[in-house]
């Protein structure tokens, strides 16, 4: 019975093959625009999760206070009001899994014949830890680095590129600030983060050595940033209240008096960002999907004028036996036979699109099998919904009155 409608419903769309090209058109479009977006929506959410990974995970810092000078505010990590005994003291909190204390800057590097700007960061090898950073080549400092103020590196990819070029930088030495530092390791590569820096362009040294060597400081042991990495995401907000009390109370913050001190949430930071791109993905599948419904439309319309064509046809059909459930199946498989044709054809576009996108564009598309059968699901729901109406006119048409119909 179903291999026989199914003839039927073939032989119906091909007796007008432009009129259901044209029908189908308007499934194909909608179709293919609904994988494109979703492929580029989820493309742009992929890009922002690495981004975000780049980062470490649980992340909150605290920036050193301003000062005043002369009526002259300095701005945030301006003042030495933190130092390396309140990251100790904060590595003691409970829901705090690494606190690394940080001082960084901008400074020339040379080597050899050539030289390069680059952010100079003198931290503790627990930095490493909260940034996820890996060494691809050679090894980390330690703790005996930073007590002895060792004259060591660790430095990015773009660094190494632009100092060194081909070479192999582990074991060379290179100068900053007209100090001798050795490299003994090379960072492995993130990427740009949030706001487009290059992490890569990068220079890790032992905190000590930073302060006495590369930066100096008039107050010994003080720090610009502290950069705290919470036990889990939910602990992070009482991760930080406990990190403001115990601050306070060591800094002898009377109550009511503002901190001396600034608290970033880089987590959340993060995932304002990823929930602005899923936004933007919903956004475009939305609009994509209009297109669905214009096709719909067009399957209804077309339907209807079938209907209109082959009246005298339902009923010589009805005439001879076939049951009102008979006519409704087959005008409605006809229109779902229509759709699936039309999503077919669309999904192959949609994904041919969107390749074309990523290889002449370089810009992150994801494919996902969920675009596939959310299409053909849509399509089959379109047919049915569309297909619905003609189907059940022609199903309750009169046999006598669709006999004489001319």
Known sequence: MLKAMLGEAWLAMG??????????LGMVIGVGAVVIMLAIGQGAQYAVQQTISTMGSNLFIVLSGSFTAAGVRSGSAGGPTLNVQD???????????????THMGTRQLVYGSQNWSASVIGTTPGYLDARAWNIVNGAAFGDSDVRSATRVAL????????????EDPVGKTMRIQQNPFLV????????????????????????????????????????????????????MQR????????????????????????????????????????????????IASISLLVGGIGIMNIMLVSVTERTREIGIRMAIGARQRDI????????????????LLGLLIGLAVALGI???????????????????AVAATVGIFFGWYPARKAAQLDPIEALRYQ
């Open 328 to 343: 409704l199946s087959q005008f409605l498989l006809e229109a779902v036979m229509i759709s699936f044709a039309g999503c």
């Open 87 to 101: 990251a100790e003291a904060i590595e003691e909190l409970e829901g705090v899994a690494n606190v690394a204390p």
């Open 358 to 376: 990523n290889a002449f564009t370089g810009m992150v598309v994801v494919i996902s099998g969920t675009a596939a059968i959310v299409a053909f």
């Open 184 to 235: 003994i390791g090379v960072l492995g590569s993130k990427g740009q983060n949030l706001d487009g820096r290059d992490q890569d362009d990068t220079v890790i040294v032992p905190l000590s050595t930073a302060q006495r060597k590369v930066f100096g400081t008039p107050f010994v042991g003080s720090v610009r940033m502290l950069m705290v990495q919470a036990e889990s995401a939910e602990g």
């Open 239 to 286: 991760a930080m209240d406990s990190t403001e009390a115990l601050l306070r109370q060591r800094h002898r913050l009377r109550e009511g008096a503002p901190n001396d001190f600034f608290m970033r949430n880089l987590s959340a930071a993060a995932e304002s960002e990823a929930e602005t791109t899923r936004t933007m993905s919903i956004l475009l599948g939305a």
């Open 155 to 166: 430095i990015g990819k773009t660094v190494a590129e632009n100092l060194f070029g081909d």
């Open 15 to 24: 007796a007008n093959r432009l009129r259901t090209a044209l029908t189908m």
